[in-house]
């Protein structure tokens, strides 16, 4: 559990905008070009989360 914990913060970490009822204060609008489905994967650390971005929705 505390490695899909991880990965969620990882993901939403690296989402610089908003988009439904994902608000960040300091990003309040959505970002068109950030519409896009991601992979996570664990780096080689076990503390570390790759965000790999796939390609944009339709």
């Given amino acids: 559990m505390a490695v899909a914990a991880r990965a969620v913060t990882a993901a939403a970490l690296a989402r610089n905008e908003s988009r439904g009822c994902h608000h960040r ?4 609008d959505p970002a068109p ?11 080689a650390d076990p503390n570390s989360v790759l965000v790999e971005a796939l390609a944009a929705v339709g």
């Fill in 25 to 28: 204060a300091e990003y309040p």
């Fill in 33 to 43: 070009e950030q519409a896009a489905s991601s992979v996570l994967r664990l780096g």
